[in-house]
């Protein structure tokens, strides 16, 4: 790292950089508590993220807003508070979550739940929007009092159709079902309660809130992204008509039993200059409250996506291309045969952060995958495996119905006894017999990222404790399988390393 870049970073993130669990390529915050996305905007030719961050240490409360800003989405700034807490007024206790929008006088705006009062507004006037000033008339909409319908949650978004603004709160904390809340405004100050957005409780479970919800318009759709405490971070695609939004698909980025430690949690959106749809979302630490204390610092970002639909209306997710400036190393394979039962190790490669681009076809196994941060004895490793046969329907692979389940399996990736969460995260789809399926996977030393053909996302905290676990295998089970082409980088690092 040049002398320029180091005098970009924030000190506190040399002091931490000895640990072997802090990220390389993804974003974190210099030290101690981050959570939740705030207010991403791209504004003036950078990408800024806002995120919750407790400046007092690696653990949730005293809630204000952090702040780093990039022009390359792969490379970022640090920046001072955006939004502390009080010391008077509706936020006086914390400021919690929210978003970004840019109001009818062209001022990028904030509107954030602030505790104890109410939902807030604030504004910024410079161009790297470090100062931001806080609405005169703040709690803009007040938290709910006896009798009152709507419920305010942690976390609205708000936009402008026209000359009127529209704002959502979810009902985090107050499920079942899932809903959203629509208020509108005409002069930024005065908010009227209008009805709930949508219905809720038809794709998702009982006792599932809609938390951080997160509305915008994709291709000829609309979606509302949103993160529910029980099941973690999901997604309605549907139609939006008079100022109501009727979800007709759905889909989850957290997929284990719980949904949330360990795994991607809370997201929210951009619009950037290229008219592209960007998430960023967040991975929950899966390691015990003390040792995040004592580690100084805690929770990370997922690798920006593009978000799209296909040609069927599914939202597809795409790592940000802008990543592929980290790649280092190069090496290929092509048309590796699998046989049943085999584990082939990778020689040529060995590493804790790297991305890998497979390409995998299948004749008669049943299972197949890849192996990462692999010990040589196999005491520690991850798998990514494509369970063809999840049924175990006693047939020819041919016969056996097109579900499939994609598992990012954690069960032995640690040998640490601080790990206190070691749940598999996993999907399903329909694959028909015989059809390759590409996984993409980002390896970056205590998480593991996989997309699959850019429709299926799994992600997975993983904290290796032994120094060799650097391997990459190939196996398959049951049967034969084809790596058409498998193509593997070593990832550069954007903070500094020990």
């Known amino acids: 790292m040049t002398e320029s870049k180091q005098r970009d970073i924030d000190p506190r993130r040399l002091e931490l950089a000895s640990d072997p669990y802090r990220p390389a390529y993804h974003f974190i915050c210099p030290a101690n508590w981050m959570n939740d996305p705030n207010g991403t905007i791209f504004w003036k030719g950078r990408y800024h993220i806002f995120y919750q961050y407790n400046p007092n240490g690696a653990f949730h409360g005293t809630i204000h807003w952090g702040h780093a800003s990039s022009a390359d989405l792969v490379h970022w700034t640090d920046h001072p508070i955006a939004l502390p807490p009080g010391p008077e007024g509706a936020d006086r206790d914390q400021c919690y979550s929210g978003a970004a929008f840019v109001n009818k006088e062209g001022v990028p705006t904030f509107i954030y739940h602030g505790l104890p009062d ?39 978004c708000a936009w402008v159709e026209g000359d009127t603004y529209y704002a959502l709160t979810g009902n985090s904390g107050n499920a079942p079902p899932d809903v959203a809340y629509l208020y509108t405004s005409k002069d930024f100050a005065n908010w009227e309660y209008l009805h709930p957005f949508y219905e809720g409780g038809v ?98 970002f997922a690798l920006p996506m593009v978000l799209s639909l296909s040609d069927d209306g599914d939202l597809l997710m795409e790592p940000a291309p802008e990543l592929e400036a980290l790649r280092g190393e ?27 681009r ?72 329909d694959l028909s017999y015989g059809e390759s399926i590409e996984l993409r996977v980002f390896v970056d030393r205590s998480v593991v990222e996989v997309f699959a053909n850019d429709r299926y996302y799994l992600a997975k905290r993983i904290y290796p404790a032994r120094p060799d676990s650097l391997g990459v295998e190939l196996f398959a089970r049951g049967g034969k399988a084809t790596v058409r082409s498998l193509d593997v980088w070593q990832m550069g690092a954007i903070w500094p390393l020990a």
């Open 358 to 429: 497979a390409v995998f076809e299948w004749e008669s196994a049943e299972e197949f995958g890849v192996k990462v941060c692999c010990s040589p004895d196999g005491e520690e490793q991850t798998l990514i495996r494509l369970n063809l046969n999840p049924w175990s329907a006693n047939r020819a692979p041919q016969e056996i119905r097109p579900l499939r389940e994609l598992i990012l399996d954690a069960n032995r990736s640690s040998i640490s006894s601080e790990v206190s969460n070691r749940e598999s995260e996993r999907c399903t789809f």
């Open 203 to 300: 794709f998702t479970e009982w006792g599932e809130d809609c938390g951080c919800p997160d509305f915008f318009r994709l291709g000829n759709k609309h979606v509302l992204s949103f993160t529910s405490h029980p099941r973690g971070a999901q997604f309605y695609i549907g139609t939006y008509a008079n100022q109501r939004f009727t979800p007709e698909r759905h889909k989850r980025l957290a997929l284990g039993d719980t949904g949330r430690p360990g795994v991607y949690n809370e997201g929210l959106t951009l619009l950037d200059d290229k008219d592209r749809r960007i998430l960023f979302g967040r991975l929950h630490e899966a390691r015990y409250s003390y040792v995040q204390r004592a580690s100084g610092w805690a929770g990370m």
């Open 118 to 156: 109410g939902i807030c507004l604030a504004t910024s006037d410079d161009d790297l929007l470090i100062n931001w000033e806080k609405h005169p008339a703040n709690p803009i909409i007040p938290n709910p009092g006896p009798g009152d319908e709507y419920w305010v949650s942690g976390a609205p």
């Open 330 to 356: 190069h090496t290929h394979f092509s048309d590796v045969q699998l046989n049943a039962d085999e584990d082939r190790q990778l020689e040529e490669i060995r590493g804790d952060q790297l991305e890998i």
